[in-house]
Each structure stands twice: as structure tokens, then as C-alpha cells.
């Protein structure tokens, strides 16, 4: 059975919340999140891969995640990570550099990324992903950018990389 994303955008909040449930244990799916060697096998909607994947997982810690679209340009994305609950919570701060050219005019709004790892039991896990804007206008553009596709395409894949794993 294939899960659904349920993504929200909650009028005057600058908040966008996505959730899906998968049909693995909560460790596995935190593992999937954290373990770069896991990461680069999902993270990134169909059509896009992880080109470069580091991760030093501790509060303070740094995230980087480069993303490759497919005519080869590669997309720098960074974070610090803000606070390490395994398996159940982890939150980090997503940016891009102010002057990175790849993104053109593109370049996705900064954010916190608060993601929760529930334990449903019976081997299922509600992953819940809380991304927290400056503002309803950089949330708007997030989404126009296509963010609930690109979650929901990197959550199709995830949900192949648990039942292969």
C-alpha cells in the first residue's frame, strides 16, 4: 500500500507542514534521514540526485547538501543543525548562499526544518515535516516553486529506498 504526502500551507502562517506515513520503524526511517549514505539514495525529487552529501550530526553541526538537476547543474544547499532527538526529532536550518549563482532567481527561501519521527507501531512510522519561513511571502514562493511535488516525489522515493532496505 503507497502513502500519501499531505502537505499544508495554513493561511497567515508562514509555515508549510508536510506529513507522510511509512511502512518501516522509526529507526530505519531516522537512519534513512541521517546516514549520508542512505540520504543520497532519496533525497531530491525523481529527476534530481544528491551530488554531494555531508552531515555532522550534532547540535551546531553542519549540513551540506548539494542537489544535481539533470543537465549536470549542481544546486548548494546548507544548514546547522539546531537540535539532535534520535530517532524521534531533528530540526536544522536550510539555506542557500546569498551569492550562489546556480539558483539564478530561483533560489528557495532560508528556513528551519523541524522534522518528527512518531512511532505508529506494527512497523510504521508518521514522518512530519515542519518548515518555518520569515514570512507567508517566502512561504508562497516556496510553493510556487513547486515544494509539495518535491516533497512528495523525495517522500515516493524514501518510501522505495525503506521497502528495498
Not at 527561501?109 to 517566502?138: C, K, M, W, Y
Amino acid at each position: 500500500m503507497t502513502n500519501e504526502t499531505h502537505a499544508t500551507a495554513p493561511a497567515n502562517e508562514p509555515v508549510l507542514l508536510l506529513e507522510r506515513v511509512f511502512n518501516a520503524p522509526r529507526e530505519l526511517v531516522w537512519q534513512a534521514w541521517t546516514d549520508p549514505a542512505h540520504i543520497s539514495q532519496w533525497f531530491f525529487p525523481r529527476g534530481y540526485s544528491v551530488a554531494h552529501c555531508e552531515i555532522d550530526l550534532r547540535p551546531g553541526g553542519k549540513s551540506v547538501m548539494d542537489m544535481k538537476g539533470p543537465d549536470g547543474t549542481i544546486y548548494p544547499n546548507k544548514g546547522v543543525y539546531l537540535e539532535v532527538d534520535p530517532p524521534s526529532k531533528l530540526s536544522y536550518s536550510d539555506d542557500v548562499d546569498e551569492d550562489e549563482t546556480a539558483w539564478g532567481d530561483n533560489a528557495p527561501p532560508s528556513n528551519v526544518q523541524t522534522i518528527t519521527f512518531t512511532d505508529l507501531g506494527n512497523n510504521t512510522t508518521r514522518l512530519s515535516v515542519h518548515i518555518q519561513l520569515a514570512s507567508v511571502e517566502d512561504r508562497d514562493a516556496m510553493v510556487k516553486m513547486g515544494a509539495r511535488e518535491g516533497w512528495a516525489s523525495s517522500f515516493e522515493k524514501l518510501d522505495e529506498f525503506l521497502a528495498a532496505a
